[in-house]
């Protein structure tokens, strides 16, 4: 019986049950949480209140991962929706506002953290047959310094018990205790880093007013180059008619956790059409803040001697800061890059697990550059400070932006990577470059690309 257990049955979990079940037997998932049999927040999750985006990349290694079952549709059918980014979407960077194009290529979903984890997670139970969720708590990694065998687990209702498996993978999140494991096996000096710039989250959930049914998602994006706290703001549509609201601030200029001041703040950004769109709907929660958003990197892949048997994936491996929204995106493409080794490769072969970890760190450097490239430029930022390079990198992607607020073919390549599905390197074309070093071709926008339809709904919701 070849057997593999992955700790965490949060997206990042259930996907990479999914990865790894062609090529075994069972594959157990331990979780210490109770599962919700419907879309519901739980405490595993510290930002799933908050707003999620569902990256083209991720929904497209979400597809490939889940090959006999239309992930697209299911999310959409349970009450996600689909946004272009090109057409779909009002957003005002830190040099103007974006366009909005004919063009329909890039496509993002948008739902609630809660919804997205149901549905995925009843895709992979309800469609494989040997994946199987475990309630229990991982205590220890089994085995040595060269090869994991297994799992400690401390059950709900039982005492210690020890479960053999050929592979383990950690997908717990923020909270895992891999470092700990691993010393408790014999691997020591991993290498860490954690770039803090003080982000708060406060997020409220509003009814969808009437008439707004079709308003496109509007975000107010911090700007890092003014050398003021960054403060953001977002209105996303996710599922039953609602709209979720998540403001964020760094250090310094962090929002309030009170109704009143949670309006004011959004009211008192460089465009108020957030808090225009809001100040007459009917709120549905309170505020939820959360402070959880640093990133946070773990080096696996450079630790000198790393054991067969063990991959570590998602939260475990790295977060970023969620305002922008990677996070999903990226452990659904470690997870494919989990299925790809795994049908070219035996999991019990040496050097497996390794070859793993180093490809999934290829996924985590792209997403941690623009993350981090972009926090250590604001105020009081913990953990880092720019350097020479990373200023110059900044100019590059200042003058981008400025160029992508006005231009299609340096916006498509703009998407392109920070939907994921591309690397860095698709920045650097000659016709992006070019693009870029000229400047915009049209002139800017002074206010946000609305059509009739959608300035006459403003104008009726506003105070």
Same mark, same amino acid.
């Given at each position: 019986?070849?057997?593999?257990?992955?700790?965490?049955?949060?997206?990042?979990?259930?996907?990479?049950?999914?990865?790894?079940?062609?090529?075994? *037997?069972?594959?157990?998932?331990? =979780?210490?949480?109770?599962?919700?049999?419907?879309? *519901?927040?739980?405490?595993?999750?510290?930002?799933?209140?908050?707003?999620?985006?569902?990256?083209?990349?991720?929904?497209?290694? $979400?597809?490939?991962?889940?090959?006999?079952?239309?992930?697209?549709?299911?999310?959409?059918?349970?009450?996600?929706? +689909?946004?272009?980014?090109?057409?779909?979407?009002?957003?005002?960077?830190?040099?103007?506002?974006?366009?909005?194009?004919?063009?329909?290529?890039?496509?993002?979903?948008?739902?609630?953290?809660?919804?997205?984890?149901?549905?995925?997670?009843?895709?992979?139970?309800?469609?494989?047959?040997?994946?199987?969720?475990?309630?229990?708590?991982?205590?220890?990694?089994?085995?040595?310094?060269?090869?994991?065998?297994?799992?400690?687990?401390?059950?709900?209702?039982?005492?210690?018990?020890?479960?053999?498996? =050929?592979?383990v993978v950690d997908v717990s999140g923020r909270g895992?205790?891999?470092?700990?494991?691993?010393?408790?096996?014999?691997?020591?000096?991993? =290498?860490?880093?954690?770039?803090?710039?003080?982000?708060?989250?406060?997020?409220?959930?509003?009814?969808?007013?009437?008439?707004?049914?079709?308003?496109?998602?509007?975000?107010?994006?911090?700007?890092?180059?003014?050398?003021?706290?960054?403060?953001?703001?977002?209105?996303?549509?996710?599922?039953?008619?609602?709209? $979720?609201?998540?403001?964020?601030?760094?250090?310094?200029?962090?929002?309030?956790?009170?109704?009143?001041?949670?309006?004011?703040?959004?009211?008192?950004?460089?465009?108020?059409?957030?808090?225009?769109?809001?100040?007459?709907?009917?709120?549905?929660?309170?505020?939820?803040?959360?402070?959880?958003?640093? /990133?946070?990197?773990?080096?696996? +892949?450079?630790?000198?001697?790393?054991?067969?048997?063990?991959?570590?994936?998602? *939260?475990?491996?790295?977060?970023? /800061?969620?305002?922008?929204?990677?996070?999903?995106?990226?452990?659904?493409?470690?997870?494919?890059?989990?299925?790809?080794?795994?049908?070219?490769?035996?999991?019990?072969?040496?050097?497996?697990?390794?070859?793993?970890?180093?490809?999934?760190?290829?996924?985590?450097?792209?997403?941690?550059?623009?993350?981090?490239?972009?926090?250590?430029?604001?105020?009081?930022?913990?953990?880092?400070?720019?350097?020479?390079?990373?200023?110059?990198?900044?100019?590059?992607?200042?003058?981008?932006v400025r160029a992508a607020t006005r231009s299609y073919?340096?916006?498509?390549?703009?998407?392109?990577?920070?939907?994921?599905?591309?690397?860095?390197?698709?920045?650097?074309?000659?016709?992006?470059?070019?693009?870029?070093? /000229?400047?915009?071709?049209?002139?800017?926008?002074?206010?946000?690309?609305?059509?009739?339809?959608?300035?006459?709904?403003?104008?009726?919701?506003?105070?």
């Amino acid at each position: 019986m070849r057997t593999a257990v992955v700790i965490g049955a949060g997206l990042g979990g259930v996907l990479a049950a999914a990865a790894l079940s062609p090529a075994h *037997d069972e594959v157990i998932v331990v =979780e210490n949480d109770e599962l919700p049999d419907r879309p *519901d927040h739980r405490r595993g999750l510290p930002q799933g209140r908050h707003a999620h985006l569902l990256m083209p990349g991720g929904l497209d290694a $979400m597809e490939e991962l889940l090959p006999r079952q239309d992930v697209r549709e299911h999310l959409l059918a349970a009450g996600a929706h +689909e946004i272009s980014l090109s057409a779909g979407m009002l957003a005002l960077s830190s040099e103007g506002w974006f366009r909005r194009w004919t063009h329909d290529e890039h496509h993002m979903i948008t739902c609630s953290r809660a919804l997205l984890d149901w549905a995925v997670r009843g895709l992979v139970l309800d469609g494989l047959d040997n994946v199987t969720v475990r309630r229990a708590k991982v205590t220890d990694l089994l085995g040595s310094r060269h090869r994991v065998t297994g799992v400690r687990l401390d059950g709900p209702a039982g005492g210690p018990e020890e479960l053999p498996a =050929e592979l383990v993978v950690d997908v717990s999140g923020r909270g895992s205790r891999i470092v700990t494991w691993l010393a408790g096996i014999g691997v020591s000096g991993i =290498e860490e880093r954690s770039v803090d710039s003080g982000l708060v989250n406060a997020t409220r959930i509003y009814r969808r007013p009437p008439g707004a049914e079709s308003f496109p998602l509007t975000v107010i994006q911090a700007d890092p180059y003014a050398g003021l706290p960054g403060r953001s703001a977002v209105i996303v549509p996710i599922e039953d008619g609602r709209w $979720m609201v998540s403001l964020a601030g760094t250090r310094g200029g962090e929002p309030p956790a009170d109704p009143d001041g949670f309006l004011r703040y959004t009211l008192d950004l460089p465009h108020g059409i957030v808090g225009r769109l809001i100040a007459n709907a009917e709120p549905l929660t309170d505020v939820f803040v959360s402070r959880s958003t640093s /990133n946070s990197r773990r080096y696996l +892949e450079k630790t000198p001697s790393w054991p067969d048997g063990l991959v570590v994936l998602g *939260d475990a491996l790295a977060t970023f /800061n969620p305002a922008y929204g990677q996070g999903m995106s990226v452990v659904a493409l470690e997870a494919l890059t989990l299925r790809r080794e795994s049908t070219r490769t035996d999991p019990r072969s040496p050097g497996y697990a390794r070859a793993v970890q180093r490809a999934a760190a290829k996924h985590v450097d792209a997403a941690w550059n623009m993350a981090v490239g972009q926090d250590i430029l604001y105020p009081e930022v913990r953990g880092a400070a720019p350097t020479t390079t990373d200023r110059l990198a900044g100019r590059y992607t200042r003058r981008l932006v400025r160029a992508a607020t006005r231009s299609y073919p340096a916006a498509s390549a703009l998407w392109d990577v920070t939907g994921l599905k591309a690397g860095p390197t698709r920045l650097l074309r000659p016709g992006v470059v070019l693009a870029t070093l /000229n400047g915009p071709s049209l002139p800017p926008l002074t206010e946000p690309p609305l059509t009739p339809a959608e300035r006459k709904i403003l104008g009726g919701l506003q105070p």
